[in-house]
């Protein structure tokens, strides 16, 4: 196994997902916190390796799906590349250091390891069984970042607010619509299901489903802007300012599924695109700027 493939088989690039971590972090305003920064830093890590594990998991379990798959027949194992007994090998090595990781914060670490633990537990459930359920997968995937949410809590001793849990369940879940878009687009230019569960999911269900979790994202995220104690919190009024940068944000991810139909891939998205990398880094920089300054 090369350097190259086993890059391939963790995906690297995924681990952008993980920085939902330092979440409770940034909103509590203690991202100045030199310690607190350190912890939410080993636990991002952890979750990485974590997350890289699952997906060696899922590529062992969807091997024979994937060989006949247009894209992921490319993928490290589908293609030969890896075998599946050096795949089960890095599996373990990465669960194992992502726990010898956390097991090293200075407190906190067993409840730590058990919100990363039902991560995982829940993942391979998903790489199992629950991918295969439409609406079931895509809940679950949202969930997955609250688990990563939580573990930033937990490990900082940050009260995570219901607002930044469902914010982040709503966005996640509107990301993995967004997703199944691409599928159901795919299946029906081929006739043939890229997913088990593709056949439950169609351009009408997807996009009315689209349409209903942006404006719930939007009107939960004004909600949370405006109220009283996140004022308080804050001690600013001024961050209803940032729903510019949310609104447009959603405007443009639902320009690149239904327009380009590029959605395929939401990490990939955030990586090229330029004008969603601008408006996230324009709603960091008002926020931090609101919060900070």
């Known amino acids: ?21 330092l979440m409770p972090l940034f909103f509590s ?10 912890v939410s830093l080993l636990v991002f890590v952890a979750f990485c390796l974590t997350a890289s594990s699952v997906y060696c998991i899922n ?3 969807d091997v024979e799906a994937d060989i006949n798959h247009p894209v992921k027949c490319k993928r490290p194992i589908a293609s030969g590349h890896v075998t599946i007994r050096q795949a089960w090998v890095l599996t373990f090595l990465l669960v194992l250091m992502a726990a010898l990781l956390l097991l090293t914060l200075p407190e906190r670490a067993w409840m730590v390891l058990g919100v990363v ?17 439409a609406i079931i997968d ?17 490990a900082t001793d940050i009260f995570v607010s219901r607002w930044l849990v469902l914010i982040s369940f709503l966005l996640t879940l509107f990301l993995s619509l967004a997703k199944r878009r691409d599928d159901v687009l795919r299946m029906n ?3 043939t299901a890229p997913r088990r569960n593709t056949i439950r999911y169609n351009l ?6 689209i349409t209903i979790t942006a404006s719930v994202t939007l009107v939960c995220y004004i909600m949370y802007c405006v109220s009283p104690e996140v004022v308080a919190a804050f001690n600013t009024p001024h961050l209803y300012l940032t729903t510019i940068f949310v609104i447009i944000g959603l405007l443009r991810y639902i320009q690149l599924a239904v327009v380009d139909e590029q959605t395929g891939d939401p990490t990939k998205v955030i990586w090229n695109d330029r004008f969603t990398q601008l408006v996230v880094l324009g709603w960091g920089l008002t926020f931090l700027i609101l919060i900070y300054l």
């Open 204 to 209: 009408t269900f997807i996009n009315q489903a």
């Open 59 to 61: 590529d062992i379990v």
């Open 1 to 21: 196994m090369t350097l190259k493939n086993m890059l391939k088989l963790i995906r690297p690039k995924q681990w952008a997902k993980n920085v939902f971590v």
């Open 117 to 133: 633990g039902s991560y995982y537990v829940l993942n391979i459930c998903y790489c199992c069984w629950l991918k295969n359920h």
């Open 138 to 154: 895509v809940c679950t995937i949202a969930f997955g970042f609250v688990l990563r949410i939580l573990a930033g809590g937990v």
């Open 189 to 191: 230019a081929t006739g």
């Open 29 to 38: 305003g203690q991202l100045t916190n030199s310690h607190a920064l350190m």
